[in-house]
């Protein structure tokens, strides 16, 4: 017997049951995502624009004037006069005192457009565009796969880890991944290059393929030829950057497994790896989501250290020797290059991260 | 009350392993729980309350132990199992289907990276692997419509929803598999008081038609004497008195209940003067070697620092107090 226990005496107005009800789920908030995604993307043109921007502007405020040093410099490097063709573009890129700034910053905008960054200084004759075009695809093959598969590969173990803190396998694995995290890159580089090409002569010492193979993708011995002088910087870089992320994705972990809802996913009796993925490492990934957005845009700039190192054909090699070289139009260009990749980058982990978490979907 | 038991605790104790040395949070709990029936466990913060249900449900981690005592679950059909020697691949089976639970912060048990919905899916169909996926869906609807959501809201993600709203569907949760048990840990901490009455007359409508067993804890004593059949008073990780909610109420043993009692105000009686317990709950780390609840308690003599009390019968409830040992000289049996 209770007392006041007559559940009429408190009964509620919710009951009645409304009529029809929902075959399936429904996409009732793609507008909404739609509508965000929109809103992200403006920002991010704005911002592209403000860097290009930023670009032509700042060798106009440079004291001196830029365009007549790399023309002197150009001159120095060839002996002989710039061509007209050549004057206007650097113009175009640094300056030209006797236009007026708006239509400079319309040719600026048009030779852009062509990707037409005029010549490089170090390399002459070569346009820039055609010394970029050839560091590209080494720099994305090479950085791009291996923070892929570095990623891939610390998100995994680091779930494994934080599911059961404190187990056998973290508590070796967890400090022995904080030391090589604080590792660096280049130093594990040259480690690997002298031990395993100088010593061992498992592996080419340098370069990105092997120069007695003819340059075609079609060729068989070429590809492989690539891959057998990729390995070793590759595997440096993937054993060298996956501590980062096995350590990022740990430490969250542990916090998620602990979340009430993870209990709850315990306790409705949910196969342990439906728990696992499903409700502990789905949250617990987001940051990491974030995080390899982030990597990639950073990838155009090349790992500078590795790719000098294995004297790797990418960008970051050729952004090192630009900078020797006072090569300003190379430099220029891979730096408007890396701009870009970045705030590409950015908006494809906003835009994911808004798949991946429904709250940021929220309009307003 | 002469439903078959459902659960029989014998001797439960859990302790909390810390550097400093182990807290007992639960000591030698023994209760039994009919089919059916509304069990109610109060106590202030830190009493074990939410230990004990972890401990009933198995679900505590490190650094928590069950260290000693039986859980003895009495299936439908079938033999009686002890749950604390269970694998827990055979607890898996069990979870959901006879024993579901709902906790405390309904802001935090949804997943929020999954729809409503969904969250009810996986487990039908876990438990039931020849539901398909609409079937599924459809089921989950008729589980939120009987706690008041209509089945529209199932494709909604859990922070789209009213908190009161969450809290509701997570008792719809529970009762997705149909079980013979439902723990509930404070659920209705975090919603108003117009919610707090809708759930609470929900949860009675919903035994009443599916028959299932609630073991309900909360700190607030006046809620669980609306709701429950009988209420166990929990200080210091013992159960100090059990009985029936009214005996409870008009006739507490223990001093405890009745501080408790009489620290807050009646809903349907004349006002009386209300009183706190003076104090603050001991330090588990380090027990008393007589009753815990003694440096708070206004009858405390001498006796109470010699043993733990024992539960003894007294009337209609077991009680946990030296005044009711009959060999007690400053016994006052009938006060």
Same mark, same amino acid.
């Given at each position: 017997?209770?007392?006041?226990?007559?559940?009429?005496?408190?009964?509620?107005?919710?009951?009645?049951?409304?009529?029809?009800?929902?075959?399936?789920?429904?996409?009732?908030?793609?507008?909404?995502?739609?509508?965000?995604?929109?809103?992200?993307?403006?920002?991010?043109?704005?911002?592209?624009?403000?860097?290009?921007?930023?670009?032509?502007?700042?060798?106009?405020?440079?004291?001196?004037?830029?365009?007549?040093?790399?023309?002197?410099?150009?001159?120095?490097?060839?002996?002989?006069?710039?061509?007209?063709?050549?004057?206007?573009?650097?113009?175009?890129?640094?300056?030209?005192?006797?236009?007026?700034? =708006?239509?400079?910053?319309?040719?600026?905008?048009?030779?852009?457009?062509?990707?037409?960054?005029?010549?490089?200084?170090?390399?002459?004759?070569?346009?820039?565009?055609?010394?970029?075009?050839?560091?590209?695809?080494?720099?994305?093959?090479?950085?791009?796969?291996?923070?892929?598969?570095?990623?891939?590969?610390?998100?995994?173990?680091?779930?494994?880890?934080?599911?059961?803190?404190?187990?056998?396998?973290?508590?070796?694995?967890?400090?022995?991944?904080?030391?090589?995290?604080?590792?660096?890159?280049?130093?594990?580089?040259?480690?690997?290059?002298?031990?395993?090409?100088?010593?061992?002569?498992?592996?080419?010492?340098?370069?990105?393929?092997?120069?007695?193979?003819?340059?075609?993708?079609?060729?068989?011995?070429? +590809?492989?030829?690539?891959?057998?002088?990729?390995?070793?910087?590759?595997?440096?870089?993937?054993?060298?950057?996956?501590?980062?992320?096995?350590?990022?994705?740990?430490? #969250?972990? #542990?916090? *998620?497994?602990?979340?009430?809802?993870?209990?709850?996913?315990?306790?409705?009796?949910?196969?342990?790896?439906?728990?696992?993925?499903?409700?502990?490492?789905?949250?617990?990934?987001?940051?990491?989501?974030?995080?390899?957005?982030?990597?990639?845009?950073?990838?155009?700039?090349?790992?500078?250290?590795?790719?000098?190192?294995?004297?790797?054909?990418?960008?970051?090699?050729?952004?090192?020797?630009?900078?020797?070289?006072?090569?300003?139009? +190379?430099?220029?260009?891979?730096?408007?290059?890396? *701009? =870009?990749?970045?705030?590409?980058?950015?908006?494809?982990?906003?835009?994911?991260?808004?798949?991946?978490?429904?709250?940021?979907?929220?309009?307003? | 009350?002469?439903?078959?038991?459902?659960?029989?605790?014998?001797?439960?104790?859990?302790?909390?392993?810390?550097?400093?040395?182990?807290?007992?949070?639960?000591?030698?709990?023994?209760?039994?729980?009919?089919?059916?029936?509304?069990?109610?466990?109060?106590?202030?913060?830190?009493?074990?309350?939410?230990?004990?249900?972890?401990?009933?449900?198995?679900?505590?981690?490190?650094?928590?132990?069950?260290?000693?005592?039986?859980?003895?679950? &009495?299936?439908?059909?079938?033999?009686?199992?002890?749950?604390?020697?269970?694998?827990?691949?055979?607890?898996?089976?069990?979870?959901?289907?006879?024993?579901?639970?709902?906790?405390?912060?309904?802001?935090?048990?949804?997943?929020?990276?999954?729809?409503?919905?969904?969250?009810?899916?996986?487990?039908?169909?876990? &438990?039931?692997?020849?539901?398909?996926?609409?079937?599924?869906?459809?089921?989950?609807?008729?589980?939120?419509?009987?706690?008041?959501?209509?089945?529209?809201?199932?494709?909604?993600?859990?922070?789209?929803?009213?908190?009161?709203?969450?809290?509701?569907?997570?008792?719809?949760?529970?009762?997705?598999?149909?079980?013979?048990?439902?723990?509930?840990?404070?659920?209705?901490?975090?919603?108003?008081?117009?919610?707090?009455?809708?759930?609470?007359?929900?949860?009675?409508?919903?035994?009443?038609?599916?028959?299932?067993?609630?073991? %309900?804890?909360? &700190?607030?004593?006046?809620?669980?004497?609306?709701?429950?059949?009988?209420?166990?008073?929990?200080?210091?990780?013992?159960?100090?008195?059990?009985?029936?909610?009214?005996?409870?109420? &008009?006739?507490?043993?223990?001093?405890?209940?009745?501080?408790?009692?009489?620290?807050?105000?009646?809903?349907?009686?004349?006002?009386?003067?209300?009183?706190?317990?003076?104090?603050?709950?001991?330090?588990?780390?380090?027990?008393?070697?007589?009753?815990? %609840?003694?440096?708070?308690?206004?009858?405390?003599?001498?006796?109470?620092?010699?043993?733990?009390?024992?539960?003894?019968?007294?009337?209609?409830?077991?009680?946990?107090?030296?005044?009711?040992?009959?060999?007690?000289?400053?016994?006052?049996?009938?006060?």
């Amino acid at each position: 017997m209770r007392p006041a226990a007559d559940p009429d005496a408190i009964r509620t107005t919710t009951d009645p049951p409304p009529a029809g009800t929902a075959p399936g789920p429904a996409p009732r908030k793609r507008r909404g995502a739609l509508r965000y995604f929109r809103r992200r993307l403006g920002f991010y043109l704005f911002t592209a624009w403000a860097a290009v921007s930023l670009n032509f502007v700042l060798p106009r405020f440079m004291p001196g004037n830029p365009a007549d040093t790399l023309l002197r410099d150009l001159q120095d490097q060839t002996g002989q006069a710039p061509t007209p063709e050549q004057v206007h573009t650097a113009q175009t890129f640094f300056g030209d005192p006797t236009k007026d700034l =708006l239509g400079q910053y319309l040719d600026y905008w048009k030779n852009l457009a062509h990707f037409d960054f005029g010549v490089s200084v170090t390399n002459y004759p070569t346009p820039v565009s055609q010394l970029v075009g050839q560091a590209l695809p080494w720099t994305v093959l090479l950085v791009g796969t291996t923070t892929v598969l570095a990623w891939v590969l610390g998100t995994a173990l680091g779930a494994y880890m934080g599911w059961k803190p404190g187990s056998r396998f973290d508590a070796i694995f967890a400090p022995t991944t904080t030391f090589l995290h604080a590792v660096p890159p280049f130093w594990l580089s040259l480690v690997a290059l002298w031990g395993f090409s100088y010593k061992l002569g498992w592996f080419p010492v340098g370069g990105g393929y092997d120069p007695k193979v003819p340059f075609s993708l079609n060729n068989v011995w070429f +590809v492989l030829s690539v891959l057998k002088y990729g390995a070793l910087p590759a595997c440096t870089l993937v054993f060298v950057g996956f501590n980062g992320w096995l350590f990022s994705m740990r430490n #969250v972990m #542990v916090t *998620t497994v602990s979340e009430d809802y993870v209990l709850l996913a315990r306790a409705k009796g949910l196969a342990a790896w439906r728990v696992l993925f499903k409700y502990a490492a789905r949250n617990a990934l987001l940051p990491n989501i974030t995080g390899l957005a982030m990597a990639i845009g950073g990838i155009l700039g090349g790992t500078l250290m590795t790719e000098m190192v294995f004297s790797y054909p990418g960008l970051g090699l050729l952004l090192m020797k630009a900078t020797t070289g006072h090569d300003f139009p +190379v430099m220029q260009a891979v730096f408007l290059m890396i *701009t =870009l990749a970045v705030l590409v980058a950015n908006l494809i982990a906003d835009s994911v991260y808004v798949l991946l978490d429904p709250r940021t979907r929220d309009e307003g | 009350m002469t439903d078959p038991a459902l659960l029989q605790v014998d001797g439960l104790s859990v302790d909390y392993l810390t550097p400093q040395g182990s807290a007992r949070a639960c000591s030698d709990i023994s209760f039994t729980l009919r089919r059916g029936e509304i069990l109610g466990v109060a106590g202030e913060s830190g009493s074990g309350k939410s230990t004990l249900i972890t401990a009933l449900t198995r679900l505590q981690r490190p650094p928590a132990v069950t260290s000693a005592g039986r859980i003895v679950y &009495h299936p439908a059909d079938g033999e009686p199992v002890d749950l604390v020697a269970q694998s827990e691949r055979a607890l898996r089976r069990r979870r959901w289907r006879q024993l579901a639970i709902v906790m405390q912060s309904a802001m935090d048990c949804l997943n929020p990276v999954m729809r409503l919905g969904a969250q009810f899916t996986d487990v039908l169909r876990t &438990h039931d692997p020849s539901l398909d996926r609409a079937a599924a869906w459809q089921r989950a609807g008729e589980l939120v419509r009987m706690v008041g959501i209509a089945p529209d809201r199932l494709p909604a993600y859990p922070h789209e929803l009213s908190g009161g709203m969450r809290q509701r569907s997570l008792i719809a949760l529970a009762l997705a598999c149909d079980p013979d048990l439902v723990v509930m840990d404070e659920p209705t901490t975090a919603v108003d008081v117009v919610m707090q009455r809708q759930i609470l007359a929900q949860v009675l409508r919903l035994r009443e038609r599916f028959g299932f067993a609630v073991v %309900f804890v909360t &700190h607030d004593l006046s809620l669980l004497l609306e709701l429950a059949d009988r209420i166990a008073i929990m200080y210091a990780g013992r159960i100090v008195e059990i009985g029936s909610s009214a005996d409870l109420y &008009h006739r507490p043993k223990h001093p405890y209940t009745k501080g408790l009692r009489d620290s807050f105000p009646p809903l349907h009686a004349p006002l009386r003067e209300l009183s706190g317990i003076p104090g603050s709950p001991p330090d588990l780390r380090d027990p008393l070697p007589g009753c815990a %609840f003694g440096p708070r308690c206004p009858r405390a003599h001498a006796a109470c620092e010699q043993a733990v009390p024992p539960l003894r019968t007294v009337e209609a409830q077991d009680v946990a107090c030296v005044l009711y040992d009959p060999q007690n000289p400053e016994a006052t049996a009938h006060a």
